[in-house]
């Protein structure tokens, strides 16, 4: 198949990429490489632009003939989003209509769309489903939700149709060390350990350790790379014989708490890992795990990678050896 992947020179994209070539797909990457990597992306490949330039957007339709799109790209700190609400509107509502508006104008009606848990606001139940409320309390899950709004809209009068998947923590590296998580800032937990071991200064912080959880630690739920992948194959496969929009949740359904995932980490290293407490950060909630049950009856989707300890050697496998 031609496929549009945006944001692939980004941590997810590019891993995407790289399962897609694998597999004898025709790739196209559209990046502006804000926070992406070149490095990460085949140059062949990349077609640099961004998601505002209609232009380029129509330059790059015009050129392929392409038959799916996955848009990976989005700005994705919340933090940031709650301070620079603008720029999260524009980049990822506005950036994402071009795109859909230049899908529409081609004739290109698969999209695949990296939809976040954050559309899911405080969780009500121990294990977040696709029936939860969607109640985002910050602008960049709300500029998720908003897409997912825009797509029901767009299939009614385009015919495009989607899957929105709902990523919870998308975590470890490629198995081979090729490819891996580069962002500056981080602000994920597992590579920021592990840099914190590597840079040798420590500086590990663990925000708030009061929480209701057995060890006071946030629960999260962290999903292997490539397991997530391998769901955005099914999902394309899934829209040939489904006419519709869908939104699925993508998680592993095992909720680790932030001291156990620090726990794994040393087991992995062999290092043991220094770590402060800092106060609990707004908006954070104390367990966030996936049921995404629905997603494996569906789509058929298995995760290859279940244990915390899997996950977090790949990773450490690339942060020893970084290629960007
Ligand atoms: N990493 C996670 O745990 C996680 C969890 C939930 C949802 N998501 C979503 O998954 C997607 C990928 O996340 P990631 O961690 O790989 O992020 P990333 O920042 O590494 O990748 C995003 C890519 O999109 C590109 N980009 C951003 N705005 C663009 C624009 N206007 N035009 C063209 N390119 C643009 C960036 O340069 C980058 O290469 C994002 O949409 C994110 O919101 C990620």
Redesign the pocket.
Known sequence: MRILV?????????HMVKILNSQGHTVTI????????AQ??PAAQLFA?????KESLARLFKAHNFEAVM??????LVGESMTNPSAYYT??VI?TINLLDAMQAHQVHRFI??????IFGPPQQKTINEEHPCRPINP?GRT?LMVEHILKDYHHAYGIRSVSL??????GADPEGKLG???TPET?LIPNILKSLINGHGGLKIFGNSYETPDGTCIRDY?HINDLCSAHLLALNFLDNNDGVFGFNLGNGNGFSILEVIAAAEQVTGHKIKFEYAPPREGDPARLVADSSLTRRLLGWKTQYTGIEEIISTAWNWHQKPRY
């Open positions: 945006c944001g692939g020179a980004g941590y997810i994209g590019s559209f990046d502006n490489l804000s926070t992406g990597h990460a992306a632009g961004d998601l505002l330039d848009h990976f790209s989005a700005k994705s980049n990822n950036g769309f990296s939809s976040s848990a954050a960049y998720k709902r990523y919870f923590n998308a975590a998580e580069s962002h994920h999903i």
